[in-house]
């Protein structure tokens, strides 16, 4: 487990920001050869969240099976679904499930 946090102080002729980036992620190995990833990241600037799981599960030596989900979504106060709302969780700005195998072909 771990977590980040990233202030960027900023200052321009034309103005200045601060951004903030938060960033925390988990994995749990269940056993050598199952482990789950989750990753979450907040950015202040962007005005989005992201996150991505991803289960890795290797049935033998050489072959590998992960299922991703990745997901953002809009932190932005004027945002008619906004999260943490739980309508919010409908409408992300992007997401994708994707499943992949691999499996090695041997001589």
Do not use: C
């Not at 960033?23 to 989005?48: C, G, H, I, K, M």
């Amino acid at each position: 487990m771990s977590t980040e946090l990233t202030r960027t102080t900023a200052r321009l002729p034309a103005g200045g920001f601060t951004a903030l980036l938060s960033v925390s992620r988990l994995e749990v190995d269940f056993n050598p050869r199952t482990s789950l990833l989750a990753f979450v990241q907040y950015d202040n600037e962007d005005q989005r969240v992201d996150f991505n799981v991803r289960f890795h599960w290797i049935p033998a030596i050489g072959d590998d099976v992960f299922l991703v989900w990745n997901s953002g979504y809009t932190t932005h106060p004027l945002a008619r679904y906004r999260f943490p709302d739980p309508q919010a969780l409908a409408r992300p700005l992007n997401g994708a499930f994707v499943i992949k195998a691999v499996h090695r072909l041997a001589p």
